[in-house]
């Protein structure tokens, strides 16, 4: 395509595309007699994701999961039950990992009579799940008490850690498999080896070392500290627990522990109390390894830059991609309230010296962060002011030098009967996903990206032109769409819809055309004339920044002079891009 036609088109892009509506979320279907669904989790290996959640009904709660293995664009399996409970069962905590095409579920549920803690898998993206599940704990009937199991995958390796009570005392134990999770050890092992409450552990892997760290309330006061553990023989023995905050012991109140693992850098940051009477005077902490958890940070790192236990943080979310770490919480003084964020680029050897509001002048509860190259996304739920909830996420593209001055509303239906919370983010290929409660409901989205739609129809010997969108679609960026396989050398244009009533399926020249155009771009296609399948070009779109275009929808196909088309028309599929 030239350089005019180019600008066009991106003129075009600019100019209507805020006339058109956002993206709507897929709303998964509910179950038989489901009263509401909840406690959503989310899992993604980039075009595969999956979503879990909780669902009322048949007179218990059950584990229900959603996949795709296209990014988003259909859903191979949706509100599928992976656990074999009976009905009146109360399952809980579930968790989800995703390696390939291979998923991992966890979660705790009452089967036979106490809480105990069961796996189920699915080897071909979703589409199936075991017949039966799989007990995982090997605590002997009658003790059993389990809780918060956290999940990580390795190659064939998979790692299931969790809360443990068989003892009387709240211990973390541990259990793996060596086979995708087709068979297990044949008994869990101890974790945590000191105190009586050791709970909520969070479990990752960094090379070959297995790392684990949790809250620990059971030393003198009963307070919290955050202690980790790593296996070095794949989660058959552990090594002795260390502690990570530098506070004064069981005085801190430490909680809520995250961990992220990136390289040899392990990463941990929690809610601690050191420095105020709780409930009010909590700061964020952190500490890290450079080695895989042989050695830590002589002394922690607070990372809210307010007064020492001046405000009440917390609710904490980490996330680390290469040497960039970042941090998100929620503060809520009344004179210092949303959500806040720190960051390293230093693999946390440094941190900026003021946080900084993600959330602008609003406030904002139960953040959630995902890191992907110089790209780091937050979102969160706010109370509106019509007394709905509303889900909002920032960006920012260059390593948090600069973010959106105001964030996006992902739900389409903001306003007083929204009731959108809890919202939860994984990472794809230029795209994120994100699930959330809405109503009785679990809702996803993509905030942006370009997903194709339909089937084209072939050219010369029968080859099927390929159109495609490469980059991150979201508010001043640039993306490029990029058709390929065409007949060599070859005039055709690009036809372009906005909004979601220009997707059509009308038959025409032999093929099917996917959108009905608002606008009609002529194109040139390089390669040798008339050879069929080298044909190509691609078209840099500039997208707008103002946010009126957040959501905005621009379908597109590409239609081939072709003498050896059926209607002397070949057509690529078509593309559907929104600008997030």
Not at 108 to 134: Q, Y
Not at 311 to 324: D, E, I, K, Q, R
Not at 439 to 462: D, K, M, Q
Request: proline residues 5%; charged residues 15%.
């Amino acid at each position: 395509m030239g350089t005019h036609a180019s600008s066009l088109l991106a003129a075009c892009v600019v100019v209507i595309a805020s006339a058109t509506a956002q993206r709507d979320p897929v709303m998964f279907p509910i179950g038989s007699g489901n009263t509401f669904s909840r406690d959503q989790v989310i899992a993604s290996d980039a075009s595969s994701v999956h979503v879990a959640w909780i669902s009322t009904e048949r007179g218990g709660h059950h584990v229900r999961a959603a996949s795709s293995i296209d990014g988003g664009a259909t859903w191979t399996s949706v509100a599928t039950s992976i656990d074999s409970a009976p009905d009146v069962s109360r399952c809980h905590d579930q968790q989800l990992v995703v390696q390939g095409s291979t998923v991992y579920a966890v979660w705790v549920d009452d089967r036979i009579g106490v809480a105990t803690l069961w796996f189920n898998r699915s080897l071909d993206g979703g589409a199936t799940w075991m017949t039966t599940d799989t007990r995982i704990d090997t605590a002997p009937i009658g003790s059993e008490l389990l809780a918060t199991p956290a999940i990580t995958v390795s190659g064939n390796d998979v790692f299931v850690v969790w809360t443990d009570h068989r003892s009387g005392e709240w211990k973390i134990r541990g259990n793996a498999s060596h086979d995708r999770g087709a068979t297990w050890m044949g008994a869990d092992v101890p974790i945590s080896t000191v105190g009586e409450g050791s709970v909520a552990p969070q479990v990752g892997v960094s090379g070959t070392v297995v790392c684990a760290a949790w809250t620990e309330h059971g030393r003198f006061l009963g307070n919290g500290d955050v202690y980790f553990a790593r296996s070095l023989d794949n989660g058959t023995t552990w090594t002795p627990e260390v502690r990570l905050d530098s506070g004064l012991e069981s005085v801190g109140d430490s909680h809520s522990v995250r961990m992220s693992i990136s390289g040899d850098d392990v990463h941990v940051a929690w809610v601690d109390g050191r420095n105020g009477l709780p409930p009010a005077g909590y700061d964020i902490y952190y500490n890290r390894s450079s080695d895989r958890g042989a050695s830590w940070f002589a002394t922690d790192v607070r990372l809210d830059t307010d007064a020492p236990g001046s405000n009440t943080s917390g609710l904490v979310a980490l996330a680390s991609a290469g040497s960039a770490v970042y941090v998100a919480w929620t503060e809520s003084h009344p004179m210092r309230r949303g959500i806040f964020a720190n960051w390293s680029l230093d693999g946390g050897a440094t941190w900026r010296t003021s946080d900084f509001s993600v959330s602008g002048t609003e406030s904002g509860y139960w953040p959630d962060i995902a890191a992907q190259g110089s790209s780091i996304y937050v979102v969160w739920h706010v109370y509106a002011a019509d007394g709905g909830l509303d889900v909002r996420c920032n960006r920012s593209f260059d390593f948090g030098a600069s973010w959106l001055a105001s964030p996006s509303t992902l739900n389409t239906d903001p306003g007083q009967w929204a009731w959108a919370s809890y919202a939860r983010i994984a990472m794809g290929v230029d795209s994120l996903y994100v699930t959330w409660e809405q109503s009785s409901s679990v809702a996803f989205t993509i905030p942006f990206g370009a997903l194709p739609f339909g089937i084209g129809s072939p050219g010369t010997f029968g080859v099927v032109p390929t159109l495609s969108i490469i980059g991150r679609a979201t508010r001043g960026s640039v993306v490029c769409l990029e058709l390929d396989r065409t007949v060599g050398g070859s005039i055709g244009a690009i036809t372009i819809g906005f909004g979601s009533p220009s997707r059509t399926t009308f038959p025409v020249l032999g093929g099917t055309l996917l959108v009905d155009p608002d606008l009609v771009v002529p194109i040139t296609l390089g390669g040798a004339v008339g050879n069929p399948g080298i044909g190509s070009v691609s078209v840099p779109l500039s997208l707008p920044l103002h946010p009126a275009w957040s959501g905005a929808n621009v379908n597109f196909q590409a239609l081939i002079i072709d003498p050896g088309a059926p209607g002397g028309v070949s057509m690529s599929n078509g593309v559907e891009l929104w600008i997030g």
